[in-house]
C-alpha cells in the first residue's frame, strides 16, 4: 500500500462523527490514552457502537491500543496524524504553473 493510500484509509476511519469524535477526545488525552470506559464517560456512546468505531480507527491507523493489566488503553498515533496532516497541507497555496501559449492573442 502505498502513502496515498494509507493516507486514504486514515481519512475514511475519520469520516464518521462518531470516530470524528472518538479521534478528537484521544487527540485531547495526549499520549497517555484512555480506556474504553473513559471515553464512554466523555462521550455516552454505547459500548459496542464505541469498539465498533475503535476497530475503524485502529485500522485506519490513527489510533494505537495496548493492554495494561485487563484495560486496553487507546492512544492517538501522533506520527501518523502529523503525516496525514502534512501531507494535506504540503502543497497549500504553491499555485499551478500556466501554459501561457495557449491563450489567444
Known amino acids: 500500500m ?4 494509507h493516507h486514504a484509509r486514515a481519512l475514511s476511519a475519520l469520516g464518521h462523527e462518531a470516530r470524528l469524535q472518538i479521534f478528537r477526545v484521544l487527540v485531547k488525552a495526549g499520549h497517555s490514552g484512555l ?8 462521550l455516552g456512546l454505547p459500548a ?8 475503524m480507527l485502529v485500522e485506519g491507523g490513527l ?6 493489566g485487563r484495560e486496553v488503553i ?3 498515533d501522533f506520527d501518523r496524524m502529523n503525516g496525514l496532516i ?5 502543497e497549500c497555496c504553491t499555485g499551478f504553473a500556466t ?5 489567444a492573442a
Not at 502505498?2 to 493510500?5: A, F, H, S
Not at 480506556?35 to 466523555?42: C, L, N, R
Not at 502534512?86 to 504540503?90: I, K, P, W
Open 35 to 42: 480506556t474504553v470506559s473513559q471515553i464512554a464517560e466523555h
Open 63 to 68: 489510533v494505537t491500543q495496548t493492554r495494561q
Open 2 to 5: 502505498n502513502q496515498t493510500q
Open 99 to 103: 501554459n501561457t501559449s495557449n491563450t
Open 48 to 55: 459496542s457502537t464505541q469498539a465498533h468505531h475503535l476497530k
Open 86 to 90: 502534512g501531507f494535506l497541507s504540503e
Open 74 to 76: 487507546n492512544t492517538v
